[in-house]
Nanobody
Framework: QVQLVESGGGLVQAGGSLRLSCAAS????????MGWFRQAPGKEREFVAT????????YYADSLKGRFTISRDNAKNTVYLQMNSLKPEDTAVYYC???????????????????WGQGTQVTVSP
């Protein structure tokens, strides 16, 4: 079993940047495909980005391409989400998740992720 803890959220003005981190413990993160998801108030959880076990094959929601970058450092057992040019509509709780599925690109279906972090709040002010 793997435990995931997100950090790096906070309040930022529109146009600003944040880098989220997802630290894993319990098992080696390189065994898992990883994803970032987000959930805004009153909305369903939505896919943000995924990355393969080796760090290749990053895959993004179309609306976020060019602004968000997913990466991982397996030596540090950590996955990152760099978010640039943030907009108020990016306000949400951001979750990282781990899946044992390895088909590329890593699945964007949240139901196929076995492990989840507790989430970190990102608030973007106008």
């Amino acid at each position: 079993q793997v435990q995931l803890v997100e950090s790096g959220g906070g309040l930022v003005q529109a146009g600003g940047s944040l880098r989220l981190s997802c630290a894993a413990s319990g098992r080696t993160l390189s065994n898992y495909g990883m994803g970032w998801f987000r959930q805004a108030p009153g909305k369903e959880r939505e896919f943000v980005a995924t990355i393969s076990r080796s760090g290749g094959s990053p895959y993004y929601a179309d609306s976020l391409k060019g602004r968000f970058t997913i990466s991982r450092d397996n030596a540090k057992n950590t996955v990152y989400l760099q978010m640039n040019s943030l907009k108020p509509e990016d306000t949400a709780v951001y979750y990282c998740a781990a899946t044992t599925l390895t088909t590329l690109p890593i699945t964007t279906n949240s139901r196929q992720y076995e492990y989840w972090g507790q989430g970190t709040q990102v608030t973007v002010s106008p």
